[in-house]
Nanobody, 120 residues
Framework: VQLQAYGGGLVQAGNSLRLSCEVA????????MGWYRQAPGKQRELVTT???????NYADSAKGRFTISRDNAKKTVYLQTNSLKPEDTAVYYC???????????????WGQGTLVTVSS
């Protein structure tokens, strides 16, 4: 089982990006998924989470600009980022707090990250 994040890139301030994170492999179900980010020289921080039933939670920095969604059939979580700012520059990581796979339960599972760079 792997979390594969993609969609990052270099954009100008004010523009948008859509990040995706797919859970690859055979799984039974996935609990809460989320996006975190780590800027250069800073600690990793929460951006947003979404439960298996669609309840969402956002960091103050993301409210009103970012939207998380998920497609359970595709085992994919998305992050729509709008009105990007230079301070949004970071590696964005997806996380699943619990994945039920056949014969195992995976907890606090992380993807490899995708870099978002916002130029001013």
């Amino acid at each position: 089982v792997q979390l594969q994040a993609y969609g990052g890139g270099l954009v100008q301030a004010g523009n948008s990006l859509r990040l995706s994170c797919e859970v690859a492999g055979i799984v039974v179900s996935i609990n809460t998924m989320g996006w975190y980010r780590q800027a250069p020289g800073k600690q990793r921080e929460l951006v947003t989470t979404i439960t298996s039933t669609g309840n969402t939670n956002y960091a103050d920095s993301a409210k009103g600009r970012f939207t998380i969604s998920r497609d359970n059939a595709k085992k994919t979580v998305y992050l729509q980022t709008n009105s990007l700012k230079p301070e949004d520059t970071a590696v964005y990581y997806c996380n699943a707090d619990k994945i039920w796979a056949y014969g195992s339960v995976l907890t606090d599972y992380w993807g490899q990250g995708t870099l978002v760079t916002v130029s001013s």
